[in-house]
């Protein structure tokens, strides 16, 4: 079945650690992937998102993916994490050739003070 | 303010007393999607709408109804809620297509006792 995989399901850093979290799909066609963030008690926004072109993509708050097309992967990585990164963060992406959105189960990320 | 509004923000019901659950939003957006997040399964897409009086079904729609009517609201039926329809439930828009960022309301808890 199609889908979206996100490896690691909770994740605790302290403070300043570097981090990356893993993105897989299984589609074979061409995507739009995308990395969006939920703050405790609040809705998801968009971190980043990839289209075409460059496969390193920057977002907000320091983000970074890397689209890495022969492994159907985007991952998200940040050099030095903060107490204020404490969040949920989930992949998504959308098939071109429909409108579908398919979200991986999320990343719980802890980070230590 | 732009922003997608979802009514009411928290919900307490008994199985089979039918529902609404409201969702407008004021960016003039073309793409409205209804997505519910359960713990450990991620966000999972109920049904999407590509425009007024187009809707398509997402990746759980049983139980579910929707239209678009206008282009601004799009409502989420449950003709006759069940237990296993508890969850967390997120309206999001984006400008025209799926790929396009979706805006996120700030969700419905809803309990079916």
């Known amino acids: 079945a199609q889908s979206v995989s996100q490896h690691n399901h909770h994740v605790i850093l302290s403070e300043a650690a570097s981090l990356e979290l893993g993105c897989n799909y299984s589609y074979g066609g061409t995507v739009n992937l995308f990395w969006y963030v939920q703050y405790p008690g609040q809705h998801l926004q968009l971190l980043l998102k990839y289209f075409s072109g460059d496969p390193l993509v920057k977002g907000i708050k320091g983000f970074e993916a890397e689209f890495i097309k022969s492994k159907f992967s985007f991952n998200l990585r940040k050099p030095s994490v903060q107490w204020s990164d404490t969040a949920e963060y989930f992949c998504?992406?959308?098939?071109?050739?429909?409108?579908?959105?398919?979200f991986g189960k999320g990343t719980r990320l802890h980070i230590l003070p | 303010e732009a922003q997608v509004t979802q009514n009411p923000r928290y919900l307490i019901t008994v199985t089979g007393k039918k529902l609404t659950v409201t969702c407008s939003q004021n960016?003039?957006?073309?793409?409205m999607s209804w997505y519910r997040q359960d713990p450990g399964l991620g966000l999972r897409q109920i049904y999407y709408?590509?425009?007024?009086?187009?809707?398509d079904k997402g990746d759980v729609p049983e139980g579910y109804k929707v239209s678009r009517k206008e282009k601004r609201n799009f409502p989420l039926i449950l003709e006759s809620p069940s237990p296993n329809q508890t969850s967390l439930y997120f309206c999001a828009s984006s400008l025209k297509r799926g790929y396009n960022e979706q805006f996120f309301g700030p969700g419905t808890r809803l309990t079916v006792l």
């Open positions: 709408s590509m425009n007024v009086e187009v809707t």
């Open positions: 998504a992406v959308n098939r071109n050739r429909d409108d579908k959105i398919i």
């Open positions: 960016m003039n957006h073309e793409y």
